[in-house]
């Protein structure tokens, strides 16, 4: 490896130059950053500015190189340089505009910029260069799991790119759900009605395309690997196996219907009280004439459709959410009615909702053609005067109603095919290490009653992908859709989260793509999502590892597994680079080229630290790079301002908290120190999923280290926050300082 050579480079535009003394700047980045080259200029992020730094890089040999002006954030496009190692220090929006305009703040302001220019230089000196870890491979391959509609979408749309996809389905057909109905919910003009729901032409294109191999009755029976080299076995029924490499997965393994017969209330076990795929399949089976009752094969009359039953409930053994397809389902199964038997079709709703571009007009079609909209809420189906009746309270009248009907339909709602959920195994161990017998016994019997594996990964972490909200496998709806918390596998319509057949497309060919940019990523060696394009990935040093496994357990992405000895195994694929393995390694032997124990801890260290004597105190926040680093760059945009004491080092996520950090700060002087991470919990913000949450239990133990420091628990704090909080965080920022001047400055000053 070459010899270190740090060029630092100093910005005088946007205002610096008017407020701060840039000579100063240099000559701090001289004398305690010990930079190679120092120069500094009027606009950094021009022509003329960039060639300055490249030839510097080609001429001088510079190959550490620290900016100092802008955050990190701005102009990345401009200080992008190949073959380097890149920081930057932010003195602009991290000091310029958030300290007021006025001589007697010049003193501080000051110092608040020199102190970004020590840490930068402390961090370069222990960053590298990212290189290859030789794990790199292009597979122009898709494995895709499921035949639905999702399934054969995700297929069509990876051959229109030139990738080849083999689709895997446990059942003898494709079609999936989708391929069980009569008709569908149109995609444009609501108003036409009910439309041919288009599975027989898509698998018509699937049979005539090369691109696609079809296994029907066959399953995953194990997957192994990352993205751009996953091995998959698929197994037939017959027993035979056929193993292909894939770059990447989409699993679109659909949806179930809520067992019926948890609602005996509602009529379940009477033979005309169906649910919509069970009404799908009687108007399927009528093939355009009248739809018959299953009992006794009597033409349907009057049929009552009953919505959200067993869903949006809190009852035990219901669903709590929506399913989202319900009511457009409803409606067009009772324009079914209405064309075919001229029956009387009355949808009984609390709330109707009709999402989508179209669901308005179908809505407006439905009452068009005779359908009848009663909000009301049913309280009961039972068998009267041969055919069945549904009491219900009238919420428009509020009274207590009854109606005849020949047939009742519910609408029961999906449960996701997501398959067991891997985090229960790791609860187990868990709950057993803790000899907690009763949450054991819970355990067991979900592990008892989970269904089978689908992916059968083999993953240290479990088979399948882990469950978010309500046995729905994404990762983050808002942040991140269809991608999944284990790298390069993708999951797309409703196995992902409640939807319709318009949704389900339209989400298979956002996982499609997200897929074949997992491919071509993976073939860089660089990170897919979130720090899309990062080369760098983490290795220990083994000799110092003490195989405790807190990493392999940590780790939100299922990255790490386990050698026959119990020492980590990396896997740079699929590590997306968040850095808690490395805040969770006890004895700190995990790194990243470009991000460390030591890149942070030079950083922290390099702050010049006022004696006791002076009134200054030093505060360090440890802030996520996702969403609080940038609320406070939107706060300084904004105008706020803050105390002159803090000192802001981004991280990559609050979950790469090492906990040395902390104690090396309060050692080195720090009055106080804040960690800003995003929100946890099931509504969950974080870019790395588990990241918040792990660093808040990390800092909950931290209270041991101050009783053993003799110092008080207000000198670390720990907060959620959002990217929007770019009012709030300033605010945090000054409380702190406001709790350092009534408890006292640390006694650990120098």
């Not at 109707?352 to 053609?369: I, W």
Request: glycine content about 10%; aromatic content about 6%.
């Amino acid at each position: 490896m070459s010899e270190k050579k740090i060029g630092a480079y100093v910005c005088s535009g946007c205002g610096i130059g008017d407020r701060l003394d840039v000579n100063q700047l240099v000559n701090t980045a001289k004398r305690d950053g010990k930079a190679n080259e120092v120069k500094d200029h009027p606009f950094l992020c021009s022509a003329e500015g960039v060639k300055l730094i490249q030839d510097d890089i080609d001429n001088n040999g510079v190959n550490r190189v620290v900016i100092v002006g802008c955050s990190r954030r701005a102009k990345t496009e401009a200080f992008s340089f190949e073959n380097v190692a890149i920081t930057r220090a932010n003195i602009r929006e991290g000091v310029l505009w958030v300290r007021p305009d006025a001589p007697e703040h010049a003193e501080t302001t000051q110092e608040m910029a020199d102190d970004y220019v020590r840490m930068a230089c402390a961090e370069i000196k222990y960053m590298g260069i990212p290189s290859g870890s030789g794990e790199q491979d292009l597979t122009r391959h898709l494995l895709v799991v499921g035949g639905g509609i999702s399934g054969m979408t995700a297929a069509i749309e990876a051959s229109k790119t030139g990738y080849k996809v083999e689709l895997v389905e446990k059942s003898g057909e494709l079609g999936g759900m989708v391929g069980k109905m009569y008709k569908r919910v149109p995609t444009k003009n609501g108003l036409q009605g009910p439309v041919d729901t288009g599975i027989a032409a898509m698998v018509a294109a699937i049979e005539a395309d090369a691109n696609i191999t079809v296994h029907l009755n066959s399953t995953v029976s194990k997957t192994e690997g990352a993205p751009g080299r996953f091995d998959v076995e698929i197994a037939t029924e017959s027993g035979s196996t056929n193993n292909v490499r894939v770059g990447a997965i989409v699993q679109a393994t659909g949806f179930k219907p809520y067992d019926m017969s948890q609602l005996p209330e509602l009529g379940a076990g009477n033979a005309d009280v169906v649910d919509q795929m069970g009404f799908e399949a009687l108007a399927k089976a009528a093939a355009g004439g009248a739809i018959k009752r299953p009992s006794d094969g009597k033409e349907v009359k009057s049929v009552a459709f009953v919505q959200c039953a067993g869903q949006r409930s809190d009852k035990p053994g219901h669903l709590n959410y929506c399913s989202g397809h319900c009511c457009t389902t409803s409606i067009k199964q009772a324009m079914y009615l209405r064309e075919q038997n001229d029956a009387t079709a009355v949808v009984l709703f609390d709330d109707l909702r009709t999402p989508g571009a179209t669901g308005e007009d179908f809505y407006r079609c439905g009452q068009e053609k005779g359908v009848t909209f009663s909000k009301g809420q049913v309280s009961g189906v039972a068998a009267a005067n041969g055919g069945l009746e549904v009491k219900f309270k009238d919420l428009i009248l509020n009274e207590e109603t009854a109606m005849e009907a020949d047939l009742v339909v519910l609408a029961t709602g999906m449960v996701a095919n997501s398959g067991p959920n891997p985090y229960l195994a790791l609860d187990l161990e868990a709950a057993k290490a803790a000899e907690d017998t009763a949450q054991v016994a819970v355990l067991e019997k979900q592990i008892e009653v989970a269904p089978p594996s689908i992916l059968n990964l083999q993953y240290r972490q479990g088979t399948d992908l882990p469950h978010l909200k309500h046995g729905f496998n994404d990762s983050h709806f808002i942040c991140f859709p269809y991608e999944t918390r284990r790298t390069g596998i993708y999951a797309a319509g409703p196995v992902r989260r409640p939807m319709d057949a318009h949704q389900a497309v339209e989400d298979a060919t956002g996982a499609t793509l997200k897929a074949i940019q997992a491919c071509e990523n993976a073939a860089l060696g660089r990170a897919a999502h979130p720090r899309s394009g990062d080369l760098s990935y983490p290795s220990f040093r083994k000799e110092g590892c003490t195989q405790c496994k807190r990493c392999t357990v940590e780790c939100p992405f299922g990255a790490i597994n386990e050698d026959e000895k119990g020492y980590p195994q990396y896997n740079e694929g699929r590590c997306r680079r968040c850095g808690t393995c490395m805040g969770a390694c006890p004895v700190r032997v995990i790194s990243f080229e470009n991000y460390s124990v030591e890149t942070v801890g030079q950083q922290l260290k390099a702050v010049d630290m006022p004696d006791e004597f002076s009134e200054k105190p030093r505060i360090l926040v440890l802030a996520c790079e996702n969403d609080a680093y940038p609320a406070l760059d939107m706060a300084a945009a904004k105008g706020n301002t803050y105390n002159p004491w803090t000192r802001i080092i981004p991280v990559r996520c609050l979950g790469s908290t090492n906990t040395i950090w902390i104690t090396d700060a309060l050692n080195s002087g720090y009055d106080g120190v804040i960690l800003l991470g995003c929100q946890k919990g099931d509504n969950y913000q974080c870019h790395f999923v588990k990241g918040s949450e792990i660093a808040h239990i990390r800092m909950s133990k931290i209270d041991d280290t101050l009783k053993s420091l003799n110092l008080e628990q207000e000198r670390v704090q720990t907060y959620e926050v959002s990217i929007a909080d770019i009012d709030r965080i300033p605010q945090i920022l000054d409380d702190m300082a406001s709790t350092i001047e009534k408890i006292g400055m640390s006694p650990f000053k120098f």
